[in-house]
Structures are given as C-alpha cells and as structure tokens.
C-alpha cells in the first residue's frame, strides 16, 4: 500500500479534522472547515508537531509530538510521543512505524535528549510496535490525571 506521511497545518488541517471524527463515531465525514484559533495557535507552537499518514486520498493514521525542555542533567530535553494511532482497516502496513519514525526525526531535528512514551498495559500490540521501533522498558510507571 503506498502512503505519505504530513505534517499536519492550518491548510490540511480540515482533512485531519475528519479523520478524528471517523475514530471517535466510526463514520466519515467531508469537513472544509478551517480550523478555530485555538488549534491555529496549537499547530503553531514550536513545541507541538502532528503528522499524518494519508492513503486513498485521506488520513487514516496520526502521531502527536510534544517537545519538552530539560534544564537538570541534560539541557536538550525530551519529544514525548502524546498519541499514536492507526484506523483499522490500514493497520500492518508499516503506517505507525513510519509514524513513530517522525519522533526520532524531530529528535534529530531539534536535537532532542531523546524520545519517551507511555504505552498502556492493556494494550501489547502498541508496546511490540514500540519495542520493534527500538523502545524498551525503562521500569514501570502509573498514568495519573487530573
């Protein structure tokens, strides 16, 4: 299966938009709609990346990056991957692993400490694409949230 692999703007931001709508209700949509400040001022942070896998003229898949700034042992920092994921139907087909890609080339890029993610506990599948892109883990932690 052929797929691109874009970084998610102002511009192709409407296609994005349908996509997150087909994970959340599982139909799909057309929405032109531009998007609101708030994600204008999102997509511009230079912090914060999102990509996206497009194959059969859409989105089927989408990674978001989060880069976060150490000022202790290392002065570089950490790209956080915040979410991954792939719509079924498109699943096996390298889509996440080049997805995952983009973390370790936004690390490179802004010349990162290195990657962290958070993988549930509940969810193997994730963690042996993880430990196939090179992920191993690093002692066990709890997911809290307020």
């Known amino acids: 299966m052929n797929f691109t692999i874009e970084r998610i703007t102002e511009i192709n931001y409407p296609a994005f938009a ?3 709508y087909w994970r959340k209700n599982g139909t799909e949509i057309k929405n032109d709609a531009p ?5 204008k001022k999102h997509l511009a942070d230079k912090n914060f990346r999102v990509y996206a896998a497009r194959a059969d003229n859409k989105f089927v898949g989408w990674i978001a990056l989060v880069f976060m700034p150490k000022i202790s042992w290392t002065d570089k ?3 956080y991957v915040d979410e991954l994921w792939v719509q079924e139907d498109y699943r096996m087909q390298g889509i996440a692993t080049a997805l995952m ?3 370790d080339q936004y690390k490179n890029e802004i010349d990162a400490a290195g990657v962290r993610l958070y993988v549930n506990v509940n969810n193997p599948i994730a963690k042996q694409l993880y430990e196939k892109c090179g992920y191993s883990c690093e002692g066990t932690a709890e997911f809290m949230e307020k």
């Open 18 to 20: 349908d996509m997150t």
């Open 77 to 79: 920092g950490f790209v």
């Open 101 to 103: 890609a983009k973390a």
């Open 35 to 39: 998007p609101g400040e708030m994600v």
